[in-house]
């Protein structure tokens, strides 16, 4: 028996406001129709906390637009759960907060998109920047646990001393600096998104500067680029090890981003209990141990720290789920991040900032440029 | 930051709070757990924002008579001065 996971990622939707660049989530999109009841998720929390798990990761799309929110966060917290809410704060008012508050809600992280309003809007698709502000000040007024999220890639991080001057006067307790990952929507953008070097290069100077400048008020956590690493990172701290995703139709996936694997069958709660999918399921022991690890993995020193990378990007990038995270500058078919590092390094302009009166007028403008990820039917 | 000084009321920060079993507890955060054991667990069970820096040592200086008192409060203003930059207590 392998041990159970520590925590959940509830995906709740996958409708959303906003229609960042950026998104990891997948290009095929449950729609509003197939989405699990109040019911359905109040028994996934209570299996979780029999478990033994420790957080609920509320996300989406943006978990705000379910109508049961608050009872979800209820439940969540009445099986033990730390409820944690990640959201575009799109939907959240003062009274809806202070509800979700008194329903148990441990923590709230909030995503900017930049400090400058016009190139916040254009990278989200949508007006939220000034919205995002006023939620800051009211969460302050309410005892939630605040993280600041920041999305970071090539249109921002010319200016991330400024952006972490702008999250410094929200006063959150904690700041995550996340470089875009690339998987669902932000593939399709990578060619926009993908820093160049240099801007890696400072990025980690500034973090590592407001690390010190900061330390015991506000908590940074970045994560770092893999494109640029050495070594691929531990996605999901390996395959069905720790976390368990379930999506809002209620598949059950070891991450975000799984479902583009080809020829796995992923298991769905309404049909199988949480524990029996975690510890049975085919798709869970799939990548699940060293036994599929091809070579240089298999007999590789790293192969129990970072599990040979992601199986999700193996595939993206190589058509071959088994293949090493390409990331890994010791795997056979690493060229293909050299040539993505090559071209994003080749001195390409970075776009500015268009305006538009609604999101049609910025998708048309900016066609050339990117995808703005769209909503399910 | 400076270490925590007497009049301090060692408190676990906010976002932060116990979990997990009885025989397995553990200090719950947004992204994460730490688990905790023994002197550590005990310390962070008197960090209740009513007692001062001041009592949790004497309580614990008391409570262990065979280590330096000396050595006791050294280790504890080090241990909640680490969490404390992790911002995981406030004092």
Known sequence: ?377 | MSPPSDSSQPRLAAGCRWGGTDENRVILFPEGAIKLQGTGQQVLEHCDGQRTFGDIIRELQSQFTEADPNKIRDDISKFLEQLQQKRIVDY
């Open chain 1, 1 to 377: 028996m392998v041990s159970n996971p520590l925590a959940l990622i509830a995906e709740l939707t996958h409708r959303c406001p906003l229609h960042c660049v950026y998104c990891s989530n997948p290009l095929q999109m449950a729609g509003a129709t197939s989405e699990l009841s109040t019911e359905e998720w109040t028994s996934i929390f209570q299996q979780s906390g029999k478990l033994g798990m420790l957080h609920a990761h509320f996300t989406g799309g943006e978990p705000l637009a379910r109508s049961d929110l608050t009872e979800l966060i209820a439940a969540a917290h009445a099986a033990g759960l730390y409820t944690n809410l990640i959201t575009s704060g799109i939907g959240l008012n003062e009274p809806r907060l202070q509800a979700l508050v008194a329903a148990g809600l441990d923590h709230i992280q909030v995503s900017f998109q930049d400090s400058r309003e016009e190139p916040a809007n254009w990278i989200a698709g949508a007006k939220a920047h000034a919205h995002k502000i006023e939620l800051a000040r009211a969460i302050r007024r309410h005892k939630v646990a605040f993280t600041v999220n920041l999305v970071v890639h090539r249109q921002n991080l010319d200016h991330l001393e400024e952006i972490i001057a702008f999250i410094e006067q929200m006063n959150p307790e904690r700041v995550e600096i996340a470089h875009t990952q690339y998987y669902g929507w932000a593939l399709v953008n990578r060619t926009a998104l993908l820093p160049t070097r240099a801007q890696v290069e400072k990025a980690i100077e500034i973090v590592a500067a407001a690390e010190k400048r900061l330390a015991g008020r506000i908590r940074i956590d970045s994560v770092v680029p893999d494109y640029y690493a050495k070594y691929p990172k531990a996605c999901m701290g390996g395959w069905g090890r720790q976390l368990v995703l379930i999506n809002p139709a209620g598949k059950v996936l070891p991450c975000h981003a799984a479902e583009v694997i080809p020829g796995l069958e992923f298991e769905n709660v309404r049909e199988k209990s949480l524990e029996w999918i975690w510890q049975e399921s085919a798709s869970f022991r799939r990548f699940r141990g060293e036994d599929w690890m091809p070579q240089p993995c298999r007999s590789c020193d790293r192969r129990s720290e970072d599990f040979g990378g992601c199986r999700c990007q193996a595939l993206l990038l190589t058509g071959d789920p088994t293949a090493t995270d390409p990331a890994c500058s010791l795997a056979p078919q690493h060229h293909i991040v050299d040539l993505a590092l090559a071209e994003a390094n080749s001195g390409g302009a970075v776009a500015s900032p268009t305006t538009a009166s609604s999101f049609v007028q910025l998708q048309n403008q900016t066609s050339n440029l990117w995808t703005y990820r769209t909503n399910p039917d």
